[in-house]
């Protein structure tokens, strides 16, 4: 990991000194000219891999036409994108933001808003879970609650309870009179790939239905594809009231949404919330044509078939290297390898294989590949994953002998 000395760029990120030029589908290419297979996507953004056809054409119509506007006048093609989201889930209302973060935010206000609406303002609190990740901002690092991301930024924002994840009891002693939702990720993708059973989500619903609180879903990394479905909740077969997505609705364009019931949202009244550009023409051509492409016949069956052909796969590999590899778990295309060794060490090895894949927490290295990935990419995929754990092993042994 480097930072340039001569960079201007703020350094609060550890950047691999490695950049790249372009794109195409699964691969990335360097500046340098060589060829890496992307299993990162973005961190789970690109997936529809790099300079898909229909999400360059749409961009470039779009650009040719209106790239920005206010707010304050009406969007036909934001009412387009926000009326395919609630066709194609439990939702009435969108709100339209610029990242995961953002989205996360408009969720949490409107849990908030709709308590103070019927008259109980001091339910305000939201029971979130150990091992979290719901973004950068203020509000989303205390409901994240890991005290890596708060350490030096003041006193967290009040309001969040955590508890174990996939703890019930602990959600149950949680719960208070100050209790106006509970904040759940269907899989926790930076916590290490970490879901729990489906009869747990379950028991949250009936949970939040007996006590009158909101059902969160943070579904910004499992949301558009990433689990095998539109949406992970259709997965889980539980239906929260509020939902927050980003990351691969635009394909690679910033745009995040949070999509509420109308009773969610019924707090929500002029003034009470805003974006200056959030619902983006051009954000918005980008998840429209995004849409597209995955709202086709066959488009989920193929990332299905995908997932079950890496995982077992990667299982094979977890197998025949048991000193390097551990684990397989995840859902769809959102898979992790515990490694036994440091997950960096794997992550750097995959890398000088012309791998690339992103860390997680547990220890944990995810397999990201764009939606679109074919069965010869997977089978690459595992390739340089062998290759790596040859590497790794023989350098063990090396320090073993030394």
Not at 77 to 86: K, S, T, V
Not at 217 to 235: H, K, M, P, S
Not at 266 to 282: A, W
Request: glycine share 10%.
């Amino acid at each position: 990991m480097t930072n340039s000395a001569t960079s201007h760029l703020l350094p609060v990120f550890a950047r691999v000194d490695l950049g790249f030029e372009r794109g195409e589908g699964a691969w990335l290419i360097s500046t340098t000219g060589e060829r890496y297979l992307d299993f990162t996507s973005g961190v789970a953004v690109n997936a529809l891999g790099h300079c898909h056809p229909h999400l360059v054409a749409a961009l470039q119509a779009q650009a040719t036409k209106l790239w920005h506007m206010s707010n304050l006048f009406k969007s036909p093609d934001g009412e387009r994108l926000a009326a395919r989201l609630c066709e194609q889930s439990f939702a009435d209302f969108v709100f339209f933001a610029n990242s995961g973060a953002e989205a996360m935010e408009a969720a949490i206000k409107i849990t908030r808003r709709y308590h103070a609406a019927k008259g109980h303002p001091e339910r305000f609190r939201l029971v979130t879970f150990e091992g979290a990740f719901h973004g950068r901002t203020l509000a989303t690092l205390a409901a994240t609650g890991s005290a890596k991301y708060l350490e030096g930024f003041g006193p967290p924002l009040d309001g969040f309870d955590q508890v174990p994840h996939g703890d019930l009891e602990a959600v149950r002693r949680a719960i208070g009179p100050h209790t106006a939702g509970i904040l759940i990720e269907p899989v926790q993708g930076e916590g290490g790939v970490r879901s729990a059973p489906h009869a747990f989500f379950r028991a949250l619903r009936q949970l939040c239905d007996d006590h009158g609180l909101l059902l969160v879903f943070d579904e910004v990394q499992t949301g558009i594809g990433r689990t095998g479905d539109l949406f992970a909740y259709r997965r889980l077969g539980v239906t929260p009231d509020v939902m927050s997505l980003a990351k691969a609705l635009g394909g690679g364009f910033p745009i995040g949404a949070c999509l509420a019931t109308a009773a969610a949202a019924s707090g929500m009244t002029p003034g009470s919330h805003g974006s200056t550009f959030g619902g983006n023409p051009l954000a918005v051509a980008a998840a429209n044509a995004v849409l597209d492409v995955m709202l086709k016949p066959g488009f989920f069956d193929h990332v299905q078939k995908m997932s079950l052909l890496l995982k077992q796969k990667l299982a094979s590999v977890v197998d025949r290297y048991p000193a390097v590899l551990s684990e397989v778990r995840g859902e769809g295309l959102l898979v992790g390898v515990k490694a036994v060794l440091p997950s960096g060490d794997l992550v750097t090895a995959l890398r000088d294989q012309k791998l690339l894949t992103v860390g997680a927490g547990d220890n944990v290295v995810r397999f990201l590949p764009p939606l679109i990935v074919t069965e010869a990419e997977i089978e690459h995929s595992v390739a340089c994953l062998e290759r790596a754990c040859d590497a790794l092993s023989t350098d063990r042994l090396k320090k073993a002998a030394g």
